[in-house]
C-alpha cells in the first residue's frame, strides 16, 4: 500500500509532508482522526478483527462485558500469594477484572494463543505475565517460580467447542496446574454446562449468571468428583 508521500511521489505531484498537514488541520478534524486512531486500536475492534480471523477460536464477536467479568473475578477464592492462571485472555476483560478484584498484576498469569491480542495484553498490563501459548501446551511454559503455587485457573478458551479429546486434555492441563482437589472456573454462552462433567469424571455448579453480556453468559466451577 502507498503511503502519503509515495502516492504523491507515483503520481509526480510535489510531496506534504505529513507534519504540515497534521498543522493545517482544524482542531476538529485532529478530534476525529484521534478519535478514529482510538477506535481501531481500541480492545473491542481488535477483538472483532481476531474474531474474523478465527471465529471458532474466539467463539464470539463480542468480548465479555464488565458485568460478566465482575462476576468471574467475584468467584476466585485463594491466597493473595497464589497465582491466578487466566486461559484465553483474549483482549483482557477478565484480566482487567481480577485486577480490579484484588490479584497482584505479578500474581497473574494471563494465557493467550493469538500473537496479537498477546502483544495488546502485555501494552495493556504492563506487571502481569502473558504467555502467548496454546492452552493444551501450557504445563511446559508456566514460569518454574509459579508451578505449585497455582490458587485458581479461569478457563476462557471456549472449551465446549473443542472434541471430545481436548477438552480431556485441555481439564487435565487445568487440574494439573492446582492442588489436589482445588477446581476451576469457566465461563460460557451456553445455557447448559460447556463441559459433560459426568463423561471427564467432574462435577459442575452453575455459580453466577448474567444477562449483561451478548450473549447472555453464566459462570461455572468445576471439580473432580470424588
Ligand atoms: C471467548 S474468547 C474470550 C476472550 C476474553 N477472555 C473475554 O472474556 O473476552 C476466547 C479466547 O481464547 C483464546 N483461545 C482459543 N483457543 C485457545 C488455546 N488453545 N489456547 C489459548 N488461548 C486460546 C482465543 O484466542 C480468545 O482470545
Not at 136 to 159: F, S, T, Y
Amino acid at each position: 500500500m502507498l503511503a502519503f508521500g509515495d502516492a504523491a511521489v507515483a503520481e509526480g505531484r510535489p510531496q506534504v509532508p505529513m507534519t504540515e498537514v497534521r498543522e493545517s488541520m482544524t482542531a476538529e478534524q485532529r478530534s476525529s482522526l484521534a478519535h478514529l486512531h482510538e477506535r481501531r486500536s481500541s480492545p473491542a475492534w481488535l477483538f472483532f478483527r481476531r474474531f474474523l480471523a478465527h471465529p471458532l477460536r474466539l467463539a464470539s464477536i463480542l468480548e465479555s462485558s464488565p458485568s460478566l467479568s465482575r462476576l468471574v473475578a467475584k468467584q476466585i477464592s485463594c491466597d493473595p500469594d497464589d497465582y491466578v492462571v487466566e486461559l484465553g485472555a483474549g483482549t483482557g476483560p477478565i484480566t482487567r477484572a481480577l485486577l480490579a478484584a484484588g490479584v497482584a498484576p505479578d500474581r497473574l498469569i494471563a494465557v493467550e494463543i493469538d500473537a496479537q491480542m498477546a502483544g495488546f495484553l502485555r501494552q495493556r498490563f504492563p506487571g502481569v505475565t502473558v504467555i502467548e501459548e496454546d492452552a493444551l501446551a501450557l504445563k511446559d511454559a508456566i514460569p518454574p517460580e509459579a508451578l505449585n503455587k497455582i490458587g485458581a485457573v479461569v478457563c476462557g478458551v471456549p472449551i465446549s467447542l473443542l472434541p471430545a479429546a481436548q477438552q480431556r486434555d485441555l481439564v487435565d492441563v487445568m487440574l494439573s496446574l492446582l492442588p489436589p482437589g482445588r477446581g476451576f472456573l469457566a465461563y460460557t454462552h451456553r445455557l447448559t454446562s460447556p463441559l459433560p462433567a459426568d463423561a471427564l469424571g467432574l462435577a459442575g455448579e452453575r455459580r453466577a449468571f448474567t444477562l449483561l453480556n451478548l450473549p447472555p453468559a453464566s459462570v461455572w466451577a468445576f471439580r473432580e468428583s470424588t
